[in-house]
């Protein structure tokens, strides 16, 4: 392939990318009953946190270049921005379990981040934002999208 060819491929990509939203923002209902269980059980360990949204970050170990530094850069935001704030937890979906997370949230690529508000215990559906780490380069707009679903996650 030519040197031309792929920058217009790159460009075309980059282009649809763009317009792409990493995040939509619409809350999404399902049974999720192992996930709710997960919550339940650990609503149930922890009081404190029967009101507090859960945030999963949920990978895979399918290769993902900038996966680790997509988590390590959404962990600091958190840690910076909402300490104390949300429950946060980090899962290899992949792996066998107790809880079917996959089936739950509908699991498929190597990251994804799956926001949950929780009231009295319950989860009220979730969000989620899929691939983040396709626009961990752009770092303005990487922190942007992350923050303003967390923004968003903790209003409802």
Known sequence: MGRTF???IFGLVLATLIEMPLYAGLLQYNSFSTANSFINQYVTENPESANKPFVFLFYNNFPC???PQTMAA???LIE???PDKVNLFEIDYAEPGEFNFELDYQ???PLTMVMV???NGQAMGYEKIE????????SYYFTGQISDALDNLLLM
């Not at 691939?131 to 752009?138: I, K, R, S």
């Open 65 to 67: 270049e900038t996966c």
């Open 6 to 8: 792929k920058r217009m």
């Open 117 to 119: 508000p929780v009231h």
């Open 74 to 76: 959404i962990y600091q």
């Open 131 to 138: 691939n983040p780490q396709l626009f961990f380069g752009d």
């Open 107 to 109: 699991l498929d690529q």
């Open 80 to 82: 910076t921005k909402y």
